[in-house]
C-alpha cells in the first residue's frame, strides 16, 4: 500500500509511530524514566532520614524495587508507574525478626520523585532526586606506552569537575603535560595533551577505547604515533554488591556501591574512599546522628570473586559476605 495524498502520508506516518514507539510508559522506560537509584529523603517523628530508592525489571520484565536504608534492605512490591503516578507496598524487616508493610502513592515529575507513605504508624512525606551517575571512564588507569621495545609506565586520573565535565591528570617519569578537552562518548575517550616546560614543547592528541576495564589506544603528534594500553585501578572491586550482614541479632541484607574513583556508598551512608590492594579491601563507614557520628571499619578481602570480612565498631563485629551484581542485557525480538 502506498501513501500518495498528504492526508494519507500523515496517517501513515502516525500509523508507523504508533506501532514502533509502543506505549507512552515503555518509551520512558526505555529512557529511563523511573529505572535506577533516588535520593529519597523524609521526615517522620522529627526523625530527618535519607534513604535511597532502587528501581529495575526482574527476569520476567516486570518492575521491581529496593528501599535501601540504614537497617538495610527492603523489596518493594506491585510497584506500578504510569503516566507519571507511582505506587508501591514496602515489607520492612524490623530487629526482632518481624515485619511492617507500608504503601506508597506519589508522582515522578520533572526529575522529581514526590509522594506519601502510610501505615498503621502514620504517614509522612517523601521527596527525593535521581541519584548522580558518574561517568564510566572516571577514575585511575595505569597505562603502558609502547615505545620501540620499551614499556614506559605511566598514570591516568580522569574527574569530573563541579560543572560535570571530565577532567585528566597524566603523570609520568616524563612529567606531567596539562590536558584538555577531555571527551568520552559510547566507549571512545578523547583528550589533548600539552607539555607544561616551555623549553620542551609538544604537543598530542589522545584516542582509545574503553571495554570494560581495559583501554587501549594511540597518542598523536607531528613526530609519530605511539601505541597505549591501560587498566583500570581497583577494578575487582568497583561495582555494585548485594551483601549479607550477620551478627549475634540475626541476618540482614544491605548494598555497597562502589564508584569508578573508589567512592562509594554502604547503604545510604558517603564512604570518601575504598582501599584495594592485593586483593584486600578495607574502608571506614561514618554515620552522623545530629551532633554524634559512629564510625565502623569494614576490613575484608575479594575472594572467588566473593566479598568477605568483618564490619567492626565498639559496639562489637558483623560478618559480611557479598556477591557483585551482574548487569545482564536480553535482545527483545521484534514483534
Same mark, same amino acid.
Request: glycine share 12%.
Given at each position: ?6 492526508? !494519507? ?7 508507523? +509511530? ?5 506505549? /507512552? ?7 529511563? &524514566? ?11 517523628? =522529627? ?9 529495575? #525489571?526482574?527476569?520476567? =520484565? ?6 535501601? =536504608?540504614?537497617?538495610? %534492605? ?9 503516566? *507519571?503516578? +507511582?505506587?508501591? $507496598? ?25 509522594? $506519601?507513605?502510610?501505615?498503621? @504508624? ?17 577514575? $585511575?588507569?595505569?597505562?603502558?606506552? !609502547? ?9 591516568? %586520573? %580522569?574527574?569530573?569537575? !563541579?560543572?560535570?565535565?571530565? $577532567? ?5 617519569? @616524563? ?10 562518548? #559510547? &566507549?571512545?575517550?578523547?583528550? !589533548? ?14 584516542? &582509545? ?5 581495559? +583501554? ?6 607531528? @613526530? ?11 577494578? /575487582?572491586?568497583? =561495582? ?21 574513583? +573508589? ?10 574512599? %575504598?582501599?584495594?590492594?592485593? *586483593? ?16 565502623? @571499619? ?17 559496639? &562489637? ?19
Amino acid at each position: 500500500m502506498t501513501c500518495r495524498t498528504s492526508l !494519507k502520508v500523515v496517517l501513515c506516518i502516525s500509523l508507523l +509511530l504508533a506501532v514502533f514507539a509502543g506505549p /507512552a510508559s515503555a518509551q520512558q522506560a526505555r529512557r529511563g &524514566g523511573l529505572y535506577g537509584d533516588w535520593i529519597v529523603k523524609s521526615e517522620f517523628n =522529627g526523625r530527618q532520614m535519607e534513604s535511597i530508592l532502587s528501581f529495575s #525489571r526482574d527476569r520476567e =520484565g516486570n518492575m521491581s524495587g529496593q528501599w535501601i =536504608g540504614f537497617m538495610g %534492605i527492603s523489596e518493594l512490591k506491585d510497584v506500578k508507574f504510569e503516566e *507519571g503516578q +507511582l505506587s508501591f $507496598t514496602r515489607v520492612s524487616p524490623g530487629r526482632d525478626g518481624q515485619t511492617s508493610t507500608s504503601t506508597f502513592k506519589g508522582t515522578l515529575a520533572e526529575g522529581k520523585l514526590s509522594g $506519601t507513605v502510610s501505615s498503621e @504508624r502514620g504517614e509522612y512525606s517523601v521527596t527525593g532526586e535521581r541519584a548522580p551517575r558518574m561517568p564510566r571512564a572516571v577514575g $585511575t588507569w595505569d597505562m603502558k606506552l !609502547k615505545m620501540d621495545d620499551r614499556e614506559v609506565p605511566s598514570t591516568l %586520573i %580522569i574527574g569530573v569537575d !563541579k560543572e560535570g565535565a571530565l $577532567t585528566a591528570q597524566w603523570k609520568s617519569e @616524563r612529567g606531567e603535560p596539562t590536558i584538555s578537552d577531555v571527551q568520552y562518548e #559510547r &566507549g571512545t575517550l578523547t583528550f !589533548k595533551a600539552k607539555s607544561a616546560n616551555p623549553d620542551r614543547a609538544w604537543e598530542v592528541t589522545f584516542e &582509545g577505547t574503553m571495554e570494560q576495564d581495559k +583501554l587501549t589506544g594511540t597518542l598523536k603528534s607531528e @613526530r609519530g604515533e605511539i601505541a597505549v594500553e591501560g587498566t583500570r585501578k581497583g577494578a /575487582a572491586v568497583i =561495582g555494585t554488591w548485594n551483601l549479607e550482614v550477620a551478627s549475634e541479632r540475626g541476618t540482614r541484607t544491605q548494598r555497597l556501591t562502589v564508584n569508578p574513583d +573508589l567512592t562509594g556508598r554502604y547503604g545510604t551512608v558517603l564512604i570518601k574512599q %575504598i582501599s584495594l590492594q592485593d *586483593g584486600k579491601v578495607d574502608f571506614p563507614v561514618v554515620m552522623q546522628f545530629g551532633d554524634q557520628s559512629f564510625e565502623m @571499619r569494614f576490613s575484608g578481602k575479594i575472594e572467588d570473586s566473593k566479598l568477605v570480612g568483618e564490619m567492626t565498631s565498639d559496639r &562489637g563485629s558483623q560478618k559480611i559476605t557479598g556477591t557483585k551484581v551482574v548487569r545482564t542485557f536480553q535482545r527483545r525480538n521484534a514483534q
